[in-house]
Structures are given as structure tokens and as C-alpha cells.
């Protein structure tokens, strides 16, 4: 696919899951990748598997100058970024009334801000350049609560209304901006009990793999998706799609 041949994408989170296996899935279709995650040792580790066109560069995504260092590192090495893909997440249990403040905050700079200052790093080489393509990772639970997630849950919401805001406001720059929202995909974050749990109440009957949020990304990076922006992208088997009111057998 000749397509990604001027593509060069910025992923976060790329040290393993979701955001390791979206760097090597454009990359095989011929982007070059930045792989930015605050794992120095695997994110290095998937970029070397990659090979030469990958490179990785330490990134806490809660850290403005951090992200401004690693736009300009991008720009050195392939030049300006015409892909975001904002993946780097983590996951929080806690009721909510014991959920602590630090707890809450973290998630929230992670998982939200995280986003936002991505967003707005990429902004000025990205409208330099013509445009291009952000996507950002939120979750089944940017629609919907679960148990004990709370603070999660927020920081998905989040992440959709940070979506629509700077598609709303950046399409007039040929900047695109959308999000995924994943349900239970087989990860190291994924908890096999409540996995097993999921599997069941999924139309599909199975939680998903890793190339099926990967080849979604692909299709929002490419010129395939050119009048897609705003708009959120739910991967789930079909489990939002409707609530059983049968016991189970
Ligand atoms: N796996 C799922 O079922 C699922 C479902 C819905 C949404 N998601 C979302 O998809 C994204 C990827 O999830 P995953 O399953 O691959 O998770 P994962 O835990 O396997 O990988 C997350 C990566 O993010 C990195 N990271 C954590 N904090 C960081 C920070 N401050 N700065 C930079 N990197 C940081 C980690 O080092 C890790 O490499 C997350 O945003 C997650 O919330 C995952």
C-alpha cells in the first residue's frame, strides 16, 4: 500500500498492547514511527524488532516539555508528524468513594491531559505541513460506567469531548481528529476473570486482539477516512450494543 509512504506517525503508549502493535501495523504498510512511551527499555525494545523506519523516544505524556522535545525529536529524524495516536492509558479500580484524590488525578493525567497536551503539540508542525490525522484511544467506558472504574471512566468521556473539540475547531486546517473506543481487547491491562466475564455478555462471543484496533487506526490514518473527523469509533463484539435481561443459562 503506497499510501503510508509520506505517512509519519507519533504513537504513545507504544512500549507494548494496543500501541505497540499500531507502530509495527503502520509500519508494515510503510509509515515511519516515532514509538514514545515512558518505558524507555520496551518501547526501544518494539522499535528495534520495527527496524530502521522506527525510532523511540522517552515520553511521560503528562509532561508539556517532555512532548515538546519529542515533536521536535520526530521532526529531526523523519520530519513533522502527519499521525497522533494518543494510546497511552492507564487503569484505575477503586470504589468510588474510597477513590483517593492522587488516584484520581493520576488517571486523569494520564488517560485526559495526556491527550490534550499530545493534541496540542502536534498542532503547529501539523497545520504547517497541510493537515493530518489525530486518534485518540478512549474506551467502551467513554460511553458507559463499570464497577470500581471511575475515575477511568471520566478520563474516557474526556477524551471524546477533547475529540470533538479539536475536530471542531481544526478541520479548517485539514486536521482530522477522531476517537476509538475499544471494548475488552487481550492485553496486559485486561484482567482475565472479568475478561471471561465479558466474553460471555459479547454478541461476538470473544474479547478482541490487538490487530483489531490496529487496522481500525489504519483506516483513520489513511486518506481512506479523508471526510472523517468528530467521530467516535466503538470496537467492541457488539457489547454496547444492547443490555441481556435474560439469566444466565
Ligand atoms: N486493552 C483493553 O481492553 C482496552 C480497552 C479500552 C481502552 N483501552 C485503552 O487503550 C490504550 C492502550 O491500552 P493497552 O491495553 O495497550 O494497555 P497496556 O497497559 O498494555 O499499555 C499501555 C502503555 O502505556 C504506557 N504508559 C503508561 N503511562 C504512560 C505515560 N504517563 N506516558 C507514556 N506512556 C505511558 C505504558 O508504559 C504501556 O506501555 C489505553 O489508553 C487504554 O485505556 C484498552
Redesign the pocket.
Known sequence: MTQFEDKIAII??A?????AETARTLAQHGARVLL????TE?CETIATEIGSAAASFT????DEHQWATAVKYCVEVFGPPSVLIN?????SFSPLESTSLEMYSKTMA??ST?VFLGMRAVFEPMQRNGGGSIIN?S??NGFIATEEVAAYVTSKFAVRGLTRSAAFEWGRYGIRVNSIC????N????DPEEANYIRKITPLGRTGQPHEIANMVLFLASEASSYVTGADFVIDGGLLSGVSVREEE
Open positions: 504513545t503508549g512500549g507494548q498492547g494496543l500501541g514514545c512511551d515512558i518505558n520496551t515520553l511521560d505524556v503528562t494510546n497511552a492509558g492507564i487503569s494520564v488517560n495526556g484511544i474506551s467502551g475499544p471494548g475488552m481487547i492485553t496486559a491491562m485486561v
